[in-house]
């Protein structure tokens, strides 16, 4: 339990050290600022910066996913707008053919609200699309998405070129780390080489004298 409370204080204090150099992190209003905190916590777990350089890598990667990962919820947002408003007018194709104005009117109120819901992912609205989809009372759900992604293609192709760059961005930082790590390792092998040649020397010349010294003393 300590030790859990320990690794949860190391984390914090991570994290407070990475922003107390970098400023504070890309979250906006409205976001959760808990998953940046996992998702820091996460990165440096798996990465295991040694040193500023790492550190700072780290922040990158961090704040690069972090974008990418609201660009795409932005385009999840920017499709179920259009799609909440296509819901409607599943419900308003029935209504248009027969019924009083109050009628109409009750059922367009009644689509409105069935939308807004949707939008919000609400359960029950959910399952209650599906049953008036299966009972033909409702056009199939799949139409208003279809007809959603077409409509918006252009905003949606930019959305995804501005992920596949940030994807980019972040994938040189990978890339740079290995480098790094790489080097560090073909320099660590290069100094081993060294004092183990050094060593042989040493050891070499240290047999030479011995025997050379016994062959006096015989």
Same mark, same amino acid.
């Given at each position: 339990?300590?030790?859990?409370?320990?690794?949860?204080?190391?984390?914090?204090?991570?994290?407070?050290?990475?922003?107390?150099?970098?400023?504070?992190?890309?979250?906006?209003?409205?976001?959760?600022? @808990?998953?940046?905190?996992?998702?820091?916590?996460?990165?440096?777990?798996?990465?295991?910066?040694? =040193?500023? *350089?790492?550190?700072?890598?780290?922040?990158?990667?961090?704040?690069?996913?972090?974008? *990418?990962? /609201?660009? /795409?919820? *932005?385009?999840?947002?920017?499709?179920?707008?259009?799609?909440? !408003?296509?819901?409607?007018?599943?419900?308003?194709?029935?209504?248009?053919?027969?019924?009083?104005?109050?009628?109409?009117?009750?059922?367009?109120?009644? @689509?409105?609200?069935?939308?807004?819901?949707?939008?919000?992912?609400?359960?029950?609205?959910?399952?209650?699309?599906?049953?008036?989809?299966?009972? &033909? !009372?409702?056009?199939?759900?799949?139409?208003?998405?279809?007809?959603?992604?077409l409509s918006e293609l252009?905003?949606?192709? $930019?959305?995804? $070129?501005?992920?596949?760059?940030?994807?980019?961005?972040?994938?040189? !930082?990978?890339?740079? *780390?290995?480098?790094? $790590?790489?080097?560090?390792?073909?320099?660590?092998?290069?100094?081993?080489?060294?004092?183990?040649?050094?060593?042989?020397?040493?050891?070499? &010349?240290?047999?030479? $004298?011995?025997?050379?010294?016994? =062959?006096?003393?015989?």
């Open positions: 339990m300590n030790s859990g409370r320990k690794n949860r204080s190391a984390s914090t204090s991570e994290i407070l050290a990475i922003e107390s150099i970098f400023g504070p992190p890309p979250i906006l209003p409205g976001e959760d600022a @808990s998953a940046y905190e996992a998702l820091v916590r996460q990165v440096t777990a798996d990465v295991k910066p040694a =040193g500023i *350089i790492e550190k700072m890598w780290v922040r990158d990667i961090v704040d690069l996913t972090w974008e *990418i990962l /609201r660009w /795409r919820r *932005i385009k999840k947002t920017l499709v179920s707008l259009v799609v909440a !408003v296509k819901h409607q007018e599943c419900f308003e194709v029935p209504a248009s053919s027969e019924g009083t104005a109050q009628s109409k009117n009750s059922i367009r109120e009644a @689509s409105q609200i069935t939308a807004i819901l949707w939008f919000k992912e609400d359960p029950k609205v959910l399952e209650l699309l599906k049953v008036l989809e299966k009972h &033909k !009372v409702i056009l199939p759900m799949t139409k208003s998405i279809d007809s959603a992604f252009d905003r949606i192709e $930019r959305i995804d $070129r501005l992920i596949a760059a940030v994807e980019r961005r972040r994938n040189a !930082v990978f890339r740079e *780390i290995d480098r790094r $790590r790489a080097f560090a390792r073909s320099l660590r092998d290069a100094i081993q080489k060294a004092e183990d040649a050094e060593f042989e020397i040493v050891e070499l &010349k240290t047999n030479a $004298r011995t025997a050379k010294a016994n =062959g006096k003393a015989a």
